[in-house]
Structure formats: C-alpha cells, structure tokens
C-alpha cells in the first residue's frame, strides 16, 4: 500500500503561522500572507514593501467580509444562501471587489468553472476588470476549478502582475498536472524581476517533485540557500518531499529536513515517508519515535505511513503501539487510520485482531471491506495447510456476503480478489454467483473482472465456461489472452491452445514469458515434438525472451511423455540453471513408467537432495524400490525416514456442495459410519476389480489383509459427491497432497462407471477424469 501524502496548498501551510493572520481573510489568500509575513526578513525592501502594501489594502477591502469556515460545509450566512451565479441578480449586489472576490471563492468551494464564468464577464461589465486582486483572485479561481488555460488568457491580459497573481497561475499549472508550465513561468518570472515569495518556492519545489526533475529542484534549492530560506517550514518539507519523490536522494532529504528550524509534523510525516519510499524503514521508524520524543502529536498521514513501514518490516509490535497511540490520539475511528491498522494485522496473518477491529468499526468503507476480502485470500496463499486456507476462503466468501448485504456495492478489486478466492476453493457456484454479480453492478466488461473469471472457471474444470467468459470480453490484454491459452492447456485441448496463440499474434499482442509456458505445455501434452521445440526457438530469436524453469519444465515433460527419457536427461544438461524440483519429479515419473528404473533412482536422489524432508519424494522412492524388488534399498529409504523425522502432509481433501465444504481425512472413520458412502465404495472398488483395476502394494500400511489398508481421502470425497451431486455436474475435489497411483487409477474406473466426469486438484497439479481416461496423461501422480 503506497500512502499519497497530501501537499495540498493548505497542507503546507503550518498552521502555527495562520494565527499572524487576520481570521476574516479567505483562506485561499491566508495563504499568501501567512508566507508573505515570513518573508520579510529576508527579502529586499521593495518586496517587503509590497506585502505590506496589499496587507494594508486588503486589511480595508475585506473588513466586512464574513468569515469563511475552513470545513467547506457551512453554510451560515446569508451569502451563501444567496449564492448561485446562474441566477444572481448582480444589480443587487454591491459590486466591489471585494464582493467579486469573496463570491469567487466560494467557486473554488463549489468546483464550478461556470460560475466563475459568469462572475467574470460581470466584472468585465462594471470595468472592474483592472483590479489587481480582483484579477488575480480570478486567475487563481480558474486554476483551481481546473480551468488553467483561461487563468493563463486572464494573466496574459493582466497590466499589472504582483508575485501573488504569478504564483496563482503557476499553482493552477501543478494544480492541472503542467508542471513543466509552472516551472517556465517560474523562469519567466524570475527573468522579469519579481522576487518569489515562500509560497512560490513552495508551489515550483511541487512542480519539480512531480516531474521527478531533481536537476531543476536543485537550482531552486540554490535559489533557497542564497536567500537564507532553508530553516523555513514549508521550503524545508517541500524540499524534502522532491528528494524523496525522486528516489535515490534519502541523504538530501534527511540534510534538508534537519535543517528545518521548526519542524512541525508535515515535515516529520515527510520524512518519515521518504525512508519508506526510499528502502530504509527502520530508520523512518527511528524518527517517528524521535518525534514523539519531541512532543509532537502525529496526525492520521504521520500514523498511515509509520503503519506502512511496520508492514514492510513485519514489526508487528511497533504497529501495535501505533494502533493504541491511534487511538490516544483520537484516530480511533478514522478510516484510512484504521484500514492501515487493519491492512497491517491481515498481512502478518492476525485474523483474529483483524476481525476484532473490523467487527468494533462504527463505519466501514468499501476500502475496508476490500482490504479484508483480499488479506483473507493472501492468508489463503500462506497457510500452512490447505485446510486452513480453505477456511479463509470461505471466511472471504462470508465477508462478501456481508459486504453485499450492508448495501455497498462491490468494485473492481472486490470481485477480482473473491474470484481468485473462489478459483482457489474450486467453488464453482459461488464463482458463478459472483459472476451474476459482476454483471448486475457492470463491471463485466473490465477485463481486469473478464481474467479474473476466465481464470476462476479455468481452476474449477468448466473449460468451456472459460472460455464463454474470454469470448464475451470486449477487450484483451495480455494477461488474458495468456490465462485463457494456460487453460486450454492445461484442459489438455493443446489444439485450441495454440490456434488461440495465433489469434493473438494476428492480434497484434506481444506474447511474454508466461504465454510460452502455456504454448509450451499444450505442445507437451499433446505430445507434438516439433512444434514444441519450434515455439521454444520463436520464444528465443523472435521475442528475445530468455528461458526460464517453466520453460525447461515443459520441453523435458514432453521428451518424458513421449518415453525419450536420455533425450529428457541429455536437455537437462543444456540448461543455464540447477534443475528444479518439479523438473526432477517429471523425470522419476516418466522413468517409472517407462520402466527405466536406473535413471529414475537417479532423478528420486536428485530431488531428494532438493528437498530432503519431502515425504512423497521419500514414499515414491520407496515405491520403486518395492515395486522392483529390491527390499533392502526399501528399508534403507524407511529408515532414513526415520533418521530425517519427515513428516507427513496431512492427507485432505474437500468438496463443495452448494454453500457448504465437506472434509475428509484418509480413512475416514466418519465415512466407514456413514452407510450409504460405505456401500457406493465398495461396490465401486469390487466393480473396478472386474474390470481390471489391481491393488498393488501400498507402502504406507503394508498388510496382507487388503480390506485394512488405508483409503486415500479424496475416495471418500469423490464417493460422498456422486451421492449428493446429480448427473451431469462435475464432481470436483481438492486434495492437499498428491494422488497416488492407485487412487488414480481407481478414479479412472469410476468415470467409467458412473459416466461421471470427475475433477480432482491435488497439491500439485489437476486431474481430469473423464471416459477412463485423466488430462494429465497419468504423468502426474507419484
Ligand atoms: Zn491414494
Ligand atoms: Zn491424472
């Protein structure tokens, strides 16, 4: 989360030096004063002389002027009441400039070019169009109101220009994102001999912090120490904010911020941020506590950002001292307080906390609402076991309920975080919901929401829902012409796949690196040799995209596949890096198939090396060496096992049944219990047995009596789900570690026999079970 520090005009302005000012002036021009009051000790007579001039003038003009009330929402006094340039009867009102100036402020309050419009061509009318404060308060309106070229027409017709109509007009250029223009008329105006006050140095510092133009910052921070300004509050904070801003420049800002004389808590905020922004947290937190040493109390932009930087650091304690002094300070309930608050337990994985705040919050924003939803799909990514990551999910899920029910309408990053929340979860239903959702709010055809469901129907095995939601999207992008070509393949429909890449192409989108992965493992899995090496070879010359894992992964799967195992080995030895794991595993899959055993004890020590406290690795070692015979090697696996203390995943798998999760654990007692699913099952197993399925050995409870070994839990969910789902759906199971080969092969079976397609995603890779056969070519499994 990337905190945007307020350099508001008023902002800037510490509010210390307001109290100089006459409180009946409008605020735009206590501004000026504030400044202008500073100034005078430094700067040439003739300039202190003007200043007081137009103090004294505008003390008279605007003796009888109501006060303004800085909230912007009051509304007591008559002229407001009063106020509406469309119909304003201007015979009626006494047209002295001072009137004229006080009506065009309250344009900048109501945002409204037209009304200065209007105002304006009456000015011109009573001929007052010759008044220097009149004019410039108009040249300064129009910049406000976002209308900086018809500040500029004023200025260019302007007779007589004091240092406030300048700095007006360049404050309206940074105010309307031209701060190269602020930044000429900086020049032009120090060519034609006017003295800057604090407040244009202020304004031009702006200009070259949004331009990231530390070159030019730096000659007007020369132009700061020739005058002796660099004590100032404001010059120093915005000095400090362009080091910042610029990146790279943390020892200037640091220089310039100590060199502040007073230094108020814009200033500390400023810093405090720049480290952050810099890679240097802990130092920011080291001033934020030098701060409150100091006595100064934080404001909510000062707390935002030391909360920022306690989630970069993972300093959960600090960011729980800041929650308290948060709420010491009167923050309690402060919104961008405390979704930072909140934002900061979600991200070190405090739910409880998390929800604890939430539930306390008198008001919630969708903000917060999204920083909930999404923290809870992140902790889906870190949780230690996907049985606690599944229980987020479902916890986003019921934050989203709870979110539609409060009558917020869900955004863009709402429905993008619950799909992938819904993709991880394999909940199809709900992801449909979502998608009806997506629809009634209009967001359908975002293509950021477009991906988001293309990838979520990809995940839960409805390919063709998939590819329904890519058709409808109005417009692609890169990322989702290459999730749509990922899904393709990994549905083992290469040929679609790789007509699609085409589609791209003729497109005219540039494929990157996760594209070819998708082109890649199409190729594999249809086993198409040549066009796969040919498409690796695009990749290199063509798009000059460098090789990586994935890609080596693939182009070995496929050698794999296709039973060239010294092809597969004789690859892995052009690559540029150490092979990983997933590499490894490929080829102890393959080399067991196709029954080249030396290579595959090879690969198995391999990937042991890798990962030596993996326990499928161990228990698919320990197949081999059983299935071969070779019972001494078996025990010395068995025994290094012990040896090593690994431990075993925890074996899980779940099914989602309308808005509930069902899980079950390998041989589950529950399920022995449960009448109906002990039947199914075993009239499934005998059935399979006729029809060929072989139970061979399990290493995990060897025992002659077969009817004690152990069952694997995605048997009891997919048996649970073809009990309680009806013909045609999919039955989809998620399993926390990865499926063994007989429960592979058993599932075979069933799709033949209930003429049920069935879908199980395990720790690594999905399953497509359909007519006997599974997508992932049997190469999958340990
Ligand atoms: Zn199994
Ligand atoms: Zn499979």
């Known amino acids: 989360m990337k905190l945007a520090l307020k350099t508001d005009d008023d902002n800037v302005i510490p509010a210390a030096h307001n109290t100089h000012v006459n409180s009946l002036l409008p605020s735009f021009l206590h501004s000026f004063f504030c400044f202008q009051f500073h100034f005078m000790a430094s700067l040439p007579s003739v300039v202190i002389g003007n200043t007081t001039k137009l103090e004294s003038e505008f003390k008279r003009r605007t003796a009888n002027f109501p006060s303004v009330d800085k909230r912007n929402n009051c509304s007591s006094n008559s002229l407001d009441k009063a106020f509406d340039a469309s119909n304003l009867d201007f015979t009626e009102i006494q047209s002295s400039s001072s009137t004229y100036v006080s009506l065009l402020q309250k344009c900048v309050q109501n945002n409204s070019f037209q009304q200065a419009q209007t105002i304006h061509g009456q000015i011109v009318k009573s001929g007052t169009q010759q008044d220097l404060f009149v004019m410039t308060s108009l040249v300064n309106v129009y910049g406000k109101c976002g209308a900086v070229e018809a500040a500029r027409k004023v200025f260019d017709h302007m007779s007589k220009r004091n240092v406030v109509t300048w700095t ?137 950002s030391v909360l920022s930087l306690c989630c970069t650091m993972h300093a959960i304690d600090v960011g729980m001292q800041v929650h308290s002094l948060s709420i010491k300070t009167g923050y309690e309930f402060n919104l961008r307080v405390t979704n930072s608050i909140l934002y900061l337990y979600l991200k070190i994985g405090l739910l409880t906390e998390a929800k604890k705040l939430f539930d306390g919050l008198e008001k919630v924003s969708l903000v917060t609402w999204n920083a909930l939803i999404a923290g809870h799909a992140q902790m889906m990514d870190a949780a230690e076991s996907s049985l606690v990551a599944s229980r987020n999910g479902f916890e986003a899920l019921d934050m989203f309920l709870r979110l539609q029910r409060s009558g917020l309408k869900p955004d863009l990053f709402t429905l993008s975080s619950i799909l992938t929340v819904c993709s991880n979860l394999v909940a199809l239903e709900q992801g449909e919901q ?95 040799m040549d066009e796969g090496l040919s498409y690796f070879k695009m990749m290199k010359n063509e798009y000059k995209i460098t090789p990586v894992m994935d890609h080596y992964g693939c182009i070995i799967d496929m050698f794999v596949r296709l039973g060239r195992l010294e092809e597969a080995f004789d690859f892995l030895k052009t690559m540029k890096m150490e092979a990983n794991e997933f590499i490894w595993s490929l080829l102890v899959a393959g080399c067991r198939s ?189």
């Open 434 to 528: 979502v998608h009806a959702q997506a629809i009634k709010v209009g967001f359908l055809s975002d293509v950021v929401v477009g991906t988001a469901l293309v990838n979520m129907y990809n995940k839960c095995g409805s390919i063709n829902k998939a590819s329904k939601a890519f058709v409808e999207m109005p417009s692609r992008t890169l990322i989702s012409w290459t999730s749509m070509i990922t899904a393709f393949a990994q549905h083992g429909l290469s040929q679609h796949a790789l007509d699609l890449f085409d589609d791209m192409r003729l497109a005219g989108d540039r494929p990157n690196m996760v594209t070819f992965v998708g082109v890649l493992s199409a190729c594999s899995h249809a086993g198409m």
């Open 594 to 782: 196709h029954g080249n055993l030396e290579l595959g004890f090879y690969a198995a020590e391999q990937l042991l090396c890798l990962n030596p406290k993996d326990h499928e690795t161990y228990t698919m070692l320990l197949n081999m060496y059983v299935s071969a015979g070779r019972w001494k090697d078996a025990s010395k696996v068995r025994k290094s096992m012990k040896d090593e203390k690994v431990m075993k995943l925890k074996d899980w798998s779940w099914i989602s049944i309308k808005d509930k999760v069902y899980s079950f654990e390998a041989d589950d007692k529950s399920c022995y219990q449960c009448e109906e699913v002990n039947v199914l099952l075993r009239d499934l197993l005998e059935k399979s047995r006729n029809l060929g399925y072989e139970w061979k050995e399990n290493e995990e409870k060897p025992a002659e009596d077969k009817e004690a070994r152990v069952h694997h839990s995605e048997k009891f969910a997919v048996v649970y789900g073809l009990l309680k789902i009806e013909k045609p759906a999919v039955i989809r199971v998620v399993k926390s570690t990865s499926m063994c080969r007989e429960c592979h092969s058993f599932i075979k079976f069933v799709s033949v026999l209930t003429e049920r397609e069935i879908m199980v995603r395990d720790g690594k890779r999905l399953h497509r079970f359909d007519d006997g056969k599974c997508s992932c070519g049997d190469f999958g499994v340990m």
């Open 168 to 304: 007006s007009l360049m404050s309206g250029y940074v105010h309307n994102s031209q701060p190269e223009a602020a930044i000429q008329l900086w020049i032009q105006m120090l060519e034609n001999g006017s003295y800057p006050t604090n407040y244009t140095i202020g304004v031009v510092l702006n200009a070259c912090s949004a331009l990231l133009d530390v070159k030019m910052g730096k000659q007007v921070h020369g132009y700061v120490l020739k005058y002796g300004l660099e004590d100032e509050t404001s010059i120093g904070n915005s000095l400090c904010n362009l080091y910042s801003k610029c990146g790279g420049y943390l020892e200037s800002a640091m220089k310039a911020f100590w060199r502040i004389g007073e230094r108020n808590v814009i200033s500390w905020t400023t810093i405090v941020s720049a480290c952050g922004d810099n890679g240097d947290s802990a130092a920011g937190l080291g001033l934020f506590s030098a701060m409150l040493e100091e006595g100064i109390e934080p404001n909510e932009f000062m707390l935002t």
